[in-house]
Every structure is written in structure tokens, then in C-alpha cells.
T-cell receptor, first 114, second 114 residues
């Protein structure tokens, strides 16, 4: 069965510091992976997705993620945090078969301090 | 292009009542998925509709049901509400091409059951 694990339910960084949010996946086949962000009282917004093309995926708002098969990881990074990055971030994997179903991790809440 | 819209945004019901939530997908999208988000269980897949047919279903009791209309709009219904049904219900739409497709989420309907 497909699954993702997000390490760290809360991450705090200073403005300007590196952001690193961790995601590990479990999949019996090459996975399709996604990172979504959720701001308070809003839905989910796609940051980026990996669909077996380039292993380094660039997304919106300066975020990027690297697919590492040997480590079964898909960590999200941003070189320099901004106050507006404070939100909850979800890693997700597509389920198998002809379906749109996403299986989400438990989320990581990012706090950015001035 | 208008995004995914969900109505109503907020809803308060009492135990035993039933509720219907509505989702209008992005124009041209044929797939609509529903997710339940709670602090305890996180984001859980409810069901997915494609061209008026249920294509996938999550592990929820039969009190949760849905449908999709010919214009791709979707509704979900919860009968005999329980306190544990209090959650943010998110709808997502896509072209319906399967695992690699990007899903676009609406702002959600916040359901409170008293």
C-alpha cells in the first residue's frame, strides 16, 4: 500500500533561514509525489509534484523538492524562509491505478520567526 | 478561470440531522474528489467521481454518500450526523487523467455537529 510519513509535526525557523520539511514514502512501484500547502481557513494549494521526470522538482514560491529513490525521500526545501511561508505543509502520494486519490501525510506546521 | 467553489463555507448541524455539501469544479474538469480533514485523523479520502460515476471510495460508513451531475458538479451527503463528523470537508477537481493529474482544491466547508 502507498503511504507517506512526514517527520516533525512542527518546524520553526528564523526569517531568511533554510526551510527543510521531511517526507518519506512507501510504494511498491515508482510513486507520484506531491507537496501541498494550506494556509489558515483555506484549502490546499499545490506547491510541486514529481511524476518520474527530473528528480529535482521546482515549485512555486521558491520551493523545491528532490526525489531520492535510495532514501525513499521527497524532502521539501526553500533556501530562505519568508514570514509568508508560515502554514501547514502536506506531502502526498498518488494511489495505484486509474484514480485521483491522494494519500496524505500528517502534515508539518511551519513557523517563521522574525 | 474560476477555481473550485464549495458551498456553504460554514455549517452548523445537530446530531441526527443530515447535510448536503456542494462542489463546483474548475471548468473542463471531469473528476471531483472529496476529503475529510480533522485534527485527529488528518486528511482522509472519501470518494472520487469521474463522468458521473464513482471511481473510488474510501473507508467511511454508508452514511457518507455522494453524486456527480452531468455538468461535473458534485454533492456529498452525510446522514444521521454524529459529533465525530465535525470536520473540514474539502473538494478537489482535476481533468481525471489519473495518478499524475494535478488536483485543485476548494476552500472547504467547515461542518460543526453539536
Amino acid at each position: 500500500a502507498q503511504s507517506v510519513t512526514q517527520l516533525g509535526s512542527h518546524v520553526s525557523v528564523s526569517e531568511g533561514a533554510l526551510v527543510l520539511l521531511r517526507c518519506n514514502y512507501s510504494s511498491s512501484v515508482p510513486p507520484y509525489l506531491f507537496w501541498y500547502v494550506q494556509y489558515p481557513n483555506q484549502g490546499l494549494q499545490l506547491l510541486l509534484k514529481y511524476t518520474s521526470a527530473a528528480t529535482l522538482v521546482k515549485g512555486i514560491n521558491g520551493f523545491e523538492a528532490e526525489f531520492k529513490k535510495s532514501e525513499t525521500s521527497f524532502h521539501l526545501t526553500k533556501p530562505s524562509a519568508h514570514m509568508s511561508d508560515a502554514a501547514e505543509y502536506f506531502c502526498a502520494v498518488s494511489d495505484l491505478g486509474n484514480t485521483d486519490k491522494l494519500i496524505f501525510g500528517t502534515g508539518t506546521r511551519l513557523q517563521v520567526f522574525p | 478561470k474560476a477555481g473550485v467553489t464549495q458551498t456553504p463555507r460554514y455549517l452548523i448541524k445537530t446530531r441526527g440531522q443530515q447535510v448536503t455539501l456542494s462542489c463546483s469544479p474548475i471548468s473542463g474538469h471531469r473528476s471531483v474528489s472529496w476529503y475529510q480533514q480533522t485534527p485527529g485523523q488528518g486528511l482522509q479520502f472519501l470518494f472520487e467521481y469521474f463522468s458521473e460515476t464513482q471511481r473510488n471510495k474510501g473507508n467511511f460508513p454508508g452514511r457518507f454518500s455522494g453524486r456527480q451531475f452531468s455538468n461535473s458538479r458534485s454533492e456529498m451527503n452525510v446522514s444521521t450526523l454524529e459529533l465525530g463528523d465535525s470536520a473540514l470537508y474539502l473538494c478537489a477537481s482535476s481533468f481525471g487523467e489519473g495518478s499524475t493529474d494535478t488536483q485543485y482544491f476548494g476552500p472547504g466547508t467547515r461542518l460543526t455537529v453539536l
